[in-house]
């Protein structure tokens, strides 16, 4: 029986485990902070400790992907294992799965849960699976008939050998996760991987106005298809006025009016253009398409809408982990806006998030890590700011100052660490505020 180690007991680690057990292998666990789960009641897999991870012959080890590959535990591993994330592990234990894959550094989530809304509304089982919901492995055991729509981060896309997707998008590629990569190259380079070892029977959808990857674009060995909120394209989807248009093989069709959709922001508009084009690649009609299109709603923690508190129009952004993705959140509205900011520093620079602010903005309320680095910007900018030691006191400043008309936005531009577990939670604590102010 093939001995395999899975390095950390998070939902991947899990879902690892599980799927390992159920397929033949002698599964060992080793977790920092915990040795059994309660998941994993039931299943075969054995703890061992940091003292015994060399002493075995693993086959390979499935790490979790919020371990960083400077983790003295990995670098000890990798001196005489393989170390893979469950996405590799994923293409290596069901070859014959159906996947369309979406990475970036922004907009990631949107996509791949639009992908799966479209294919589901057309009559085909499509699974949101990677970084969002339950982890990619077991979904992939349990349901072998469904098409995968995988949501890919930097993290599981940096511990890949084989992945070779069929149909595959890079939404953008910005400043992110300095902490983790260690640096910018490091993080493009893991982003690109999604593609690396694709040919030309594959396709690749891309964004024409990131620089970066434009400036890779001849790497790429897949038929790609480009889309754009700025300016027409050769092959692709484009937004031209309020209308999204759709090219290929001499044709140039207009799909439909943003105005149409129960979505905001051009942000959106551009994770729908990839969604569109990559349900078209994989065989979908386009008239299926646009109808599906028409009936997704904004998910939870994206620039989701809460509610109109005394004249005041509010929005949940928690998912704004990054300046690049909060700085398309500001530029979504333009009326007065406050907004809260600030959390977990990941060692960026967040002047650019100041200064889009700044043209509509009223007031930043400043909580989290970031404070002191977010004080300094307002004040080189000229930006109104208030600090505030929690969620519940940023949320009575702002109420203390937003006016009828006004936009008020959660979008921290901040990872949630240190306040709070995840994204998800602070945008319910969020949420969770604003209902003491309705009525």
């Given at each position: 029986?093939?001995?395999?180690?899975?390095?950390?007991?998070?939902?991947?680690?899990?879902?690892?485990?599980?799927?390992?057990d159920?397929?033949?292998?002698?599964?060992?666990?080793?977790?920092?902070?915990k040795?059994?789960?309660?998941?994993?009641?039931?299943?075969?897999?054995?703890?061992?400790?940091?003292?015994?991870?060399?002493?075995?012959?693993?086959?390979?080890?499935?790490?979790?992907?919020?371990?960083?590959?400077?983790?003295?535990?990995?670098e000890?591993?990798?001196?005489?294992?393989?170390?893979?994330?469950?996405?590799?592990?994923?293409?290596r234990?069901?070859?014959?799965?159906?996947?369309?894959?979406?990475?970036?550094?922004?907009g990631?989530?949107?996509?791949?849960?639009?992908?799966?809304?479209?294919?589901?509304?057309?009559?085909?089982?499509?699974?949101?699976?990677?970084?969002?919901?339950?982890?990619?492995?077991?979904?992939?055991?349990?349901?072998?008939?469904?098409?995968?729509?995988?949501e890919?981060?930097?993290?599981?896309?940096?511990?890949?050998?084989?992945?070779?997707?069929?149909?595959?998008?890079?939404?953008?590629?910005?400043?992110?996760?300095?902490?983790?990569?260690?640096?910018?190259?490091?993080?493009?380079?893991?982003?690109?991987?999604?593609?690396?070892?694709?040919?030309?029977?594959?396709?690749?959808?891309?964004?024409?106005?990131?620089?970066?990857?434009?400036?890779?674009?001849?790497?790429?060995?897949?038929?790609?298809?480009?889309?754009?909120?700025?300016?027409?394209?050769?092959?692709?989807a484009?937004?031209?006025?309020?209308?999204?248009?759709?090219?290929?093989?001499?044709?140039?069709?207009?799909?439909?009016?943003?105005?149409?959709?129960?979505?905001?922001?051009?942000?959106?508009?551009?994770?729908?253009?990839?969604?569109?084009?990559?349900?078209?690649?994989?065989?979908?009609s386009?008239?299926?398409?646009?109808?599906?299109?028409?009936?997704?709603?904004?998910?939870?923690?994206?620039?989701?809408?809460?509610?109109?508190?005394?004249?005041?129009k509010v929005?949940?952004?928690?998912?704004?982990?990054?300046?690049?993705?909060?700085?398309?959140?500001?530029?979504?509205f333009?009326?007065?806006?406050?907004?809260?900011?600030?959390g977990?520093?990941?060692?960026?620079?967040?002047?650019?998030?100041?200064?889009?602010?700044?043209?509509?903005?009223?007031?930043?309320?400043?909580?989290?890590?970031?404070?002191?680095?977010?004080?300094?910007?307002?004040?080189?900018?000229?930006?109104?700011?208030?600090?505030?030691?929690?969620?519940?006191?940023?949320?009575?400043?702002?109420?203390?100052?937003?006016?009828?008309?006004?936009?008020?936005?959660?979008?921290?531009?901040?990872?949630?660490?240190?306040?709070?577990?995840?994204?998800?939670?602070?945008?319910?604590?969020?949420?969770?505020?604003?209902?003491?102010?309705?009525?």
């Amino acid at each position: 029986m093939k001995k395999v180690l899975v390095y950390g007991l998070g939902l991947t680690g899990i879902s690892a485990a599980k799927t390992l057990d159920k397929m033949g292998y002698d599964v060992y666990t080793f977790d920092k902070n915990k040795k059994e789960v309660k998941e994993l009641k039931g299943y075969k897999y054995s703890p061992i400790s940091d003292d015994e991870i060399c002493d075995f012959d693993f086959e390979f080890v499935v790490k979790s992907p919020g371990i960083p590959p400077r983790d003295e535990v990995v670098e000890k591993l990798s001196e005489k294992y393989e170390i893979i994330s469950d996405i590799e592990l994923s293409f290596r234990l069901f070859p014959q799965a159906k996947i369309i894959a979406t990475t970036g550094t922004n907009g990631k989530t949107s996509t791949t849960s639009m992908i799966s809304h479209i294919l589901n509304e057309s009559g085909i089982k499509a699974i949101s699976v990677g970084n969002i919901g339950e982890g990619i492995l077991w979904q992939m055991y349990e349901n072998p008939d469904a098409v995968f729509s995988c949501e890919l981060s930097s993290f599981q896309l940096h511990d890949v050998a084989t992945y070779k997707p069929h149909i595959a998008s890079i939404t953008n590629i910005t400043e992110d996760h300095f902490d983790w990569h260690g640096s910018f190259d490091d993080y493009i380079n893991s982003k690109l991987n999604i593609s690396k070892r694709q040919d030309e029977r594959d396709f690749l959808v891309i964004n024409h106005d990131d620089p970066i990857l434009q400036d890779h674009k001849a790497d790429f060995k897949a038929k790609v298809y480009e889309f754009s909120s700025q300016e027409e394209v050769n092959r692709g989807a484009y937004l031209k006025g309020s209308s999204i248009f759709f090219k290929d093989e001499g044709k140039n069709l207009k799909l439909m009016d943003v105005d149409d959709l129960s979505i905001i922001g051009r942000h959106n508009y551009e994770n729908l253009m990839v969604a569109i084009l990559a349900c078209y690649l994989y065989g979908l009609s386009l008239d299926d398409i646009v109808k599906a299109s028409k009936s997704f709603k904004s998910i939870e923690h994206r620039l989701e809408f809460v509610g109109d508190v005394r004249g005041v129009k509010v929005f949940n952004d928690s998912k704004g982990t990054n300046v690049d993705s909060s700085i398309k959140a500001i530029q979504s509205f333009d009326k007065p806006m406050v907004i809260i900011a600030g959390g977990y520093d990941k060692n960026i620079d967040y002047s650019p998030y100041v200064k889009e602010f700044k043209k509509h903005g009223k007031l930043m309320v400043i909580i989290g890590q970031t404070t002191d680095k977010l004080v300094r910007l307002c004040e080189a900018y000229k930006v109104n700011y208030k600090k505030a030691k929690d969620m519940e006191e940023a949320v009575k400043i702002s109420f203390d100052n937003l006016e009828e008309g006004d936009i008020f936005l959660l979008s921290p531009a901040s990872a949630s660490w240190g306040m709070y577990k995840n994204f998800e939670e602070r945008g319910r604590d969020f949420k969770e505020k604003i209902e003491k102010y309705k009525g």
